[in-house]
């Protein structure tokens, strides 16, 4: 179960046992009578449990990077913070913007429900905006016939799960006004065409072995990872709409294996 959906519930018991005592069962104790443990539990939790559920609706909320899809950005086992307001105000549960602010920025780092299954958050770069032509040819990628400027910067390896040894070239690329570190392997694929999945609107998209081509939809946004041949992002699934953002990630507040990664932005 979805874990807003839990506080939410917990919220409302909570709550309920509260009032229900304060305006009624209170007036019906004997004087000297102490509460019912339920009726003190649920008046002691209910103020935290406010804060809490208000906080990570409306404010920031942590999540923890189960992959290497996002590498060197962001590391196995980071804790990071999620900012839940700047792209707008959104009613949690359903997730529906009630309050619009600002729009998701090409190179932003962004949190949002996986679209083939939405119980799930994932993490990636917005490459394509609405109304954009993303192309991702010969590991280089281009927007609206533009090429973004990559720089190399030597070698990058790291360990896989625990076992494989990956060796991969860290490049420097600019998206829009952000600059970040990206991965690549020239020895692998730029998709692996009998991943990509049939997604709604699969018809903006064309695909060959060296190329990926994508006309961004309305209201819609394109997604990589920064570890481009070990993340499976929009060439395989499609596009993430705009009622399926969960928040825009800005700092990592702790690594158990990695205490130098504590306050790093993102």
Known sequence: MDFALIMFVLLLVSGSISLLDRYSLAN????????????????????????????RSFLAEPFKIPSGSMIPTLQVGDFILVNKFTYGIRLPIINQKIVQLNNPARGDVMVFHYPENPSIDYIKRVVGLPGDVVEYRDKHLSINGVEQVQVADGDYNYVESGLNFVHTERRDETLGERRHALL??????????????????????????????CTVPAGNYFMMGDNRDNSRDSRYWGFVPDNQIVGRAFLVWMNFSDL???????
């Open 260 to 266: 130098k990664r504590i306050g790093s932005p993102i």
């Open 28 to 55: 019906s104790r004997a004087a000297g009578v102490a509460e019912p443990w339920w009726v003190e539990y649920a008046k002691s939790f209910f103020p935290v449990i406010l804060i809490v559920f208000c906080i």
């Open 184 to 213: 690549v392997n020239p020895s692998m694929p730029n998709v692996h065409l009998n991943s990509v999945a049939e997604f709604k609107g699969h018809e903006n998209c064309t695909y060959s072995e060296s190329t990926v081509r």
